[in-house]
């Protein structure tokens, strides 16, 4: 029933602007709506966090929200530099602020202003696993394309070359698309093609070479924008490009 439903997160606090303050400008969410002295909503990796005002708050001894991030020293280094210090743990903790799950996980607790207890995962990764797949759209006119996306709600940012616009990137509640420019474009027969987002693109690469298909591979190289980067077109002429960063 609720299989496909989207998930919201809850946060008690005794103070909300003094949390929202905390959620917003420490830990570097979006503030999505709020109402004063009730509730302050952000975006948290496209899930809703609602920061709630309540009366006689206790701070549970337990985890209440956490985030999987892909380098947990990191993110702790950033948030050091903002004042925020892991929780230590005597006989659990290293000297790092982490622990090290039987697993290989590596997970380091912290508390927000009211004592709630939060936590970052580095989860174990096996090099090539997918982390997410973004479309990529032709455009006949990037600029014009960047700013209508705009209009409809998505935050849009490009990458330029000497001052001039190349490559677009639209990303709305953890939705992302990207836009590349293509003069012959006809808006009757599109190309279809979609980026891969991956941990490692040297490992993808291999794992797709050694599987004996059809199709023409590009090699995994160093790109000026911080990724790893190659391609697969199957016979179809279909594209696969894929990443990860550097």
């Known amino acids: ?35 004063p002295g009730v509730v302050a ?14 009366d006689a708050h206790v701070a549970a001894a337990w985890t209440v929200i956490g985030w999987a991030v892909p380098d947990i020293d990191a993110t702790l280094r ?9 929780d230590s743990y005597p006989g659990m903790t290293g000297d790092d602020g982490t622990w090290t799950a039987p697993g290989g996980d590596r997970v380091a607790w912290f508390r927000d202003p009211d004592g709630n207890v939060l936590s ?8 090539a696993s997918a982390r997410e797949i973004a479309p990529i759209f032709p455009t006949r006119d990037l600029g014009a394309s960047v700013e209508r996306y705009a209009r409809l709600g998505f935050t849009t940012s490009t990458f330029d070359d000497d001052g001039v616009a190349i490559y677009g990137f639209l990303e709305r509640n953890g939705v992302h698309v990207h836009l590349t420019p293509f ?8 190309t279809s093609a979609a980026y891969l987002y991956v941990d490692d693109a040297d490992a993808l690469s291999a ?3 050694a599987a ?20 697969y077109v199957d016979p179809d002429g279909n594209l696969i490009r894929f990443g990860s960063f550097v």
């Not at 103070?15 to 959620?23: I, N, P, V």
């Not at 004996?212 to 391609?231: I, K, M, P």
């Open 183 to 190: 003069d012959e474009l006809d808006p009757a027969r599109t």
């Open 120 to 127: 970052l995962t580095q989860f174990v990764s096996d090099g």
């Open 41 to 54: 909503v952000f975006d948290a990796g496209g899930t809703a966090l609602r920061v709630t005002a309540v």
């Open 78 to 86: 950033q948030l050091a530099e903002k004042g925020l210090e892991p």
């Open 207 to 209: 794992e797709w070479g």
């Open 212 to 231: 004996g298909v059809e199709g023409h591979f590009h090699a995994v190289h160093a790109t000026d924008y911080g990724l790893r980067e190659g391609a």
């Open 1 to 35: 029933m609720l299989g496909r439903m989207t998930v919201m997160a809850f946060v008690p606090v005794s103070d909300l602007e003094r949390a929202s303050t905390f959620y917003g400008s420490v830990l570097d969410l979006e503030l999505v709506t709020s109402v």
